[in-house]
């Protein structure tokens, strides 16, 4: 019986009618799936059998053509006619045929590769030209099925994405199934992956978004405002993703993404971000929310904040713009709304911006366009910090000291010429510790040490040498007092000993200093040469201050408080009742122009320690000065007020510390030029010109012009020479 030769026909007939025929029918009706075992395993040792046949009576071939007919046939009775009359119907109905189908398909395939297995095991791998059979199975239901309908497929897909947009729900179960079709595919034949999902459903659907949002995006640009039109934004991006996430496949998600963006952010960025209701008025009215909105949206393509940048840094100019040309010029008007403006943005970059680097650079550059229109700001600026931080000032901060000097520091860092701002701090900061008007010595040295990180080591160690000056000199006086102590004196002195390197230089004003004063000068002088052997000590009694008391009247004694000259000022009257001008230049033997100020100072009607006649705010040498016989203050200790300086004759206006500056910028450029040229040897004009302003732009920016000067200040000192042949080439000198 086992030698039994079976026919093609009756052993096939057999299969169909006993295996293929009774499982798609319980397939089609969506009963039991699989073959029982009892009905099986016959069924499979029957087709073993025809394919293990000797030829001629080898079946395999032929076996192999009955499993692609029966399935053939099954797709064009069973499965085509099913499609054709549901794509008359609606979308969902096609759908779940779509589903239903595909799920059919893939049962009908695993069974019946079951039930031909030996074919896989023998046949396909050494047969060219022929697919396993599971292979097989789909390609048939691609070439058959899935070809002719995907089209009604996506569309129906496409249709339920559309009302779904359009607030009307959809089954998403049948959706992700649905599209799972067209993922399932690619990978179940041929092993195309997501070919087949990306070609033939993923383009029609990011197509289908773009066309969506065009049109949607346009009519909501006409009637909402610019907030209201990125909540609306954001809100489809997010169902979007939704959308990937429900059904979709996850790959979808950045091209989709990208899509919608482009159609709903990107194509109307500058229409929307320049609305009435835009970025200048989002930040006008400090809309957060609606800021931190706009980010988040344009965040995802970096290149998309750019403009936003643009539009904050723009208004932030303006603003900023407003304010200077408005501001009070007098006071801390300017500098404390300056302050404010940047502390506002600043946290409108760190809260709604993420503190991101386009934005930080925008308002970087908006605050050193109008700050950097002139000087003002640097000179208000070191102002404003010095009367925070002079003892009994009352200026009022907003915020903390701390949170004060660090806006400070903000602001020092957009000045471009920054050597106004720290000739103006340095010479603020001498008069503080020089006359004890420091509130803080901590707050000071914490300023410095803020100030580091923006000017550099050089300067700020100046500012602590000044420190470390008065410390030495505190020291260097309680040695002096030990020494002295057994010597009686008509005065005390004290004196700050200054390192010329640290201290803002000062012009020595010549003076002829009264008996007391010399006395006690020379003898610390003499004290001081023996501690440290080889100094030289220059006095600058400009800089000093005094505490003299004054006796009125018989019964009317106070202490005032004054600088040096006012002091030597009033020893003239222990021995005169009445003194012109002209006496008091001699006898102190200061010049008129240092003098001035100081005298008209006591003389103030506010002030009236003296009386001058006549009593006119001009000073000529027989003016005549006495003593107020009716002074009266309430204080027993008073600071006398000192007077701005008058202008001298032929003087047009000049700053005499912008001249200290310009000189200082000289020796800068000289300093900057000479050093380059002792490396480089040989420079062009435009090359040298361009690296003198790359070293010292950090302090000042230096015009071509004004170093062109100085090359040519150099080249007569010998330092430089012009190239004989080409006369815009330098040499340096050794």
Same mark, same amino acid.
Request: proline residues 2%; contains cysteine.
């Given at each position: 019986m086992s030698d039994e030769i079976i026919n093609l026909e009756e052993g096939y007939a057999k299969v169909h009618k006993n295996g293929i025929e009774p499982f798609i029918a319980l397939i089609e009706r969506q009963e039991r799936q699989f073959f029982r075992a009892q009905d099986f395993i016959p069924l499979y040792d029957l087709i073993f059998k025809m394919c293990i046949q000797r030829d001629p009576y080898?079946?395999?071939?032929?076996?192999?053509?009955?499993?692609?007919?029966?399935?053939?046939?099954?797709?064009?009775?069973?499965?085509?006619?099913?499609?054709?009359?549901?794509?008359?119907?609606?979308?969902?109905?096609?759908?779940? %045929?779509?589903?239903?189908?595909?799920? @059919? /398909? !893939? +049962?009908? =395939?695993?069974?019946?590769?079951?039930?031909?297995?030996?074919?896989?095991?023998?046949?396909?791998?050494?047969?060219?030209?022929?697919?396993?059979?599971?292979?097989?199975?789909?390609?048939?239901?691609?070439?058959?099925?899935?070809?002719?309908?995907?089209?009604?497929?996506?569309?129906?897909?496409?249709?339920?994405?559309?009302?779904?947009?359009?607030?009307?729900?959809?089954?998403?179960?049948?959706?992700?199934?649905?599209?799972?079709?067209?993922? %399932?595919?690619?990978?179940?034949?041929? @092993? /195309? !992956? +997501?070919? =087949?999902?990306?070609t033939d459903l993923e383009k029609f659907i990011l197509d289908h978004a773009a066309a969506f949002y065009k049109r949607q995006s346009r009519f909501w640009m006409d009637q909402d405002s610019c907030p209201?039109?990125?909540?609306?934004?954001?809100?489809?991006?997010?169902?979007?993703?939704?959308?990937?996430?429900?059904?979709?496949?996850?790959?979808?998600?950045?091209?989709?993404?990208?899509?919608?963006?482009?159609?709903?952010?990107k194509v109307h960025q500058q229409e929307l971000l320049t609305k009435k209701t835009g970025v200048d008025h989002l930040l006008s009215t400090d809309a957060r929310e609606d800021l931190s909105r706009m980010y988040r949206l344009y965040a995802k393509y970096p290149e998309d904040l750019q403009p936003i940048a643009d539009l904050m840094g723009g208004h932030i100019q303006r603003a900023g713009e407003e304010i200077v040309k408005k501001a009070n010029p007098q006071g801390h008007d300017?500098?404390?709304?300056?302050?404010?403006?940047?502390?506002?943005?600043?946290?409108?970059?760190?809260?709604?911006?993420?503190?991101?680097?386009?934005?930080?650079?925008?308002?970087?550059?908006?605050?050193?366009?109008?700050?950097?229109?002139?000087?003002?700001?640097?000179?208000?600026?070191?102002?404003?910090?010095?009367?925070?931080?002079?003892?009994?000032?009352?200026?009022?901060?907003?915020?903390?000291?701390?949170?004060?000097?660090?806006?400070?520091?903000?602001?020092?860092?957009?000045?471009?010429?920054?050597?106004?701002?720290?000739?103006?701090?340095?010479?603020?900061?001498?008069?503080?510790?020089?006359?004890?008007?420091?509130?803080?010595?901590?707050?000071?040295?914490?300023?410095?040490?803020?100030?580091?990180?923006?000017?550099?080591?050089?300067?700020?160690?100046?500012?602590?040498?000044?420190?470390?000056?008065?410390?030495?000199?505190?020291?260097?006086?309680?040695?002096?007092?030990?020494?002295?102590?057994?010597?009686?004196?008509?005065?005390?002195l004290s004196v700050n000993v200054c390192s010329s390197g640290y201290w803002p230089?000062?012009?020595?004003?010549p003076y002829h200093l009264p008996q007391e004063l010399s006395t006690a000068c020379d003898k610390f002088k003499r004290f001081y040469l023996s501690q440290h052997n080889g100094h030289k000590l220059i006095w600058h009694m400009d800089q000093g201050r005094a505490e003299v008391l004054v006796h009125f009247a018989p019964k009317v004694s106070r202490t005032l408080v004054l600088t040096t000259y006012q002091m030597m000022i009033m020893l003239i009257f222990n021995t005169q009742k009445t003194c012109t001008f002209k006496?008091?230049?001699?006898?102190?033997?200061?010049?008129?122009?240092?003098?001035?100020?100081?005298?008209?100072?006591?003389?103030?009607?506010?002030?009236?320690?003296?009386?001058?006649?006549?009593?006119?705010?001009?000073?000529?040498?027989?003016?005549?000065?006495?003593?107020?016989?009716?002074?009266?203050?309430?204080?027993?200790?008073?600071?006398?007020?000192?007077?701005?300086?008058?202008?001298?004759?032929?003087?047009?206006?000049?700053?005499?510390?912008?001249k200290v500056i310009e000189m200082q910028r000289r020796h800068q450029m000289d300093a900057a030029i000479v050093r380059i040229m002792k490396i480089r040897k040989t420079m062009k004009h435009p090359a040298l010109v361009a690296e003198v302003i790359s070293q010292l732009k950090a302090r000042f920016t230096p015009k071509p012009g004004d170093i062109k000067k100085r090359i040519e200040a150099l080249i007569e000192q010998e330092y430089l020479e012009r190239d004989k042949q080409d006369r815009s080439v330098y040499k340096y000198l050794a």
């Open positions: 080898n079946w395999s071939e032929q076996m192999y053509e009955r499993y692609t007919k029966a399935i053939s046939e099954y797709l064009l009775t069973k499965v085509g006619p099913s499609f054709l009359k549901a794509r008359d119907t609606y979308d969902i109905a096609f759908l779940n %045929e779509w589903r239903l189908r595909w799920k @059919n /398909q !893939k +049962l009908i =395939v695993e069974g019946l590769r079951k039930l031909f297995m030996y074919l896989d095991r023998f046949y396909t791998p050494n047969t060219d030209g022929v697919r396993e059979l599971k292979e097989q199975g789909f390609w048939l239901y691609k070439e058959h099925i899935f070809d002719n309908y995907k089209k009604f497929a996506r569309q129906a897909v496409l249709n339920c994405i559309e009302k779904e947009r359009q607030n009307e729900p959809q089954d998403r179960d049948l959706l992700h199934e649905s599209v799972d079709v067209f993922v %399932e595919m690619g990978y179940n034949f041929n @092993n /195309q !992956k +997501l070919k =087949v999902y990306r209201n039109y990125l909540k609306k934004a954001e809100k489809m991006l997010q169902a979007e993703k939704n959308r990937v996430e429900q059904y979709l496949h996850r790959t979808s998600m950045e091209p989709l993404q990208k899509a919608c963006h482009q159609e709903l952010l300017l500098v404390t709304k300056l302050i404010t403006l940047h502390a506002q943005y600043a946290d409108v970059v760190a809260q709604c911006f993420d503190r991101s680097q386009v934005f930080q650079k925008a308002l970087k550059k908006a605050f050193e366009d109008f700050i950097n229109q002139d000087d003002r700001v640097s000179r208000l600026l070191a102002n404003f910090i010095n009367d925070v931080l002079t003892r009994g000032t009352n200026v009022n901060l907003t915020e903390s000291v701390e949170k004060t000097l660090d806006n400070v520091v903000f602001l020092y860092g957009y000045i471009q010429e920054k050597d106004i701002f720290e000739r103006h701090y340095q010479l603020f900061l001498s008069h503080r510790l020089l006359n004890g008007l420091c509130d803080s010595e901590h707050v000071e040295k914490t300023m410095i040490s803020k100030l580091k990180t923006e000017a550099g080591y050089q300067w700020c160690n100046k500012l602590e040498g000044m420190f470390k000056d008065i410390q030495m000199s505190k020291d260097l006086m309680s040695k002096f007092k030990a020494h002295s102590v057994a010597e009686s004196a008509a005065l005390e230089t000062s012009t020595n004003i006496q008091i230049l001699d006898f102190t033997g200061v010049p008129k122009y240092d003098m001035a100020h100081h005298l008209l100072s006591l003389a103030h009607p506010k002030v009236s320690v003296l009386l001058k006649r006549p009593a006119s705010k001009t000073l000529e040498e027989d003016h005549q000065f006495m003593i107020n016989g009716k002074y009266v203050n309430k204080l027993l200790k008073v600071v006398i007020p000192l007077m701005p300086p008058l202008k001298r004759e032929g003087d047009e206006g000049g700053d005499e510390e912008l």
